[in-house]
């Protein structure tokens, strides 16, 4: 039984280890279009904000826009 | 011109956008492991400990052991 017990955990760790290493790979993917990007002449981080902004939902993105372009005004970033 | 460059940003943009999708999707997929070894009774907390222990060096591993017993110890955790 304890055995049993023992396949099991070492089965699902495995698993998840195995996931894990897919998971990396996509991330190295990534990496790899933005570098690609970064070659012909974009800039990384303004894509990876528009990355973010095309996740959010319109209103979501209109009403973060609109509080941003409020706390820049209140500190003078107009 | 501009339109070349424009699609080929849009491009680089929605290759990001789908290798971030499979990863979530793989996100999602880790978290169903973990749901399913709670259901049969692991820790998932103690789960995520050993998939971060079995990723290091040995040497490593036990390296960080000594020390985290040495800060144990100094702080009355022994």
Do not use: C, F, H, W
């Not at 280890?17 to 790979?25: F, H, I, Q, S, Y």
């Amino acid at each position: 039984m304890a055995e049993t017990t023992d396949d099991r955990l070492r089965l699902l760790i495995e698993r998840v280890e195995r996931l894990e290493e897919e998971k990396k790979g996509i991330s190295d993917d990534i990496r790899d279009v933005y570098n690609e990007a970064k070659a012909v002449g974009y800039d990384v981080k303004i894509m990876r904000q528009i990355v973010r902004l095309r996740k959010m939902k319109p209103d979501d993105r209109k009403e973060m826009e609109m509080v941003l372009d409020t706390y820049k005004s209140a500190l003078g970033l107009g």
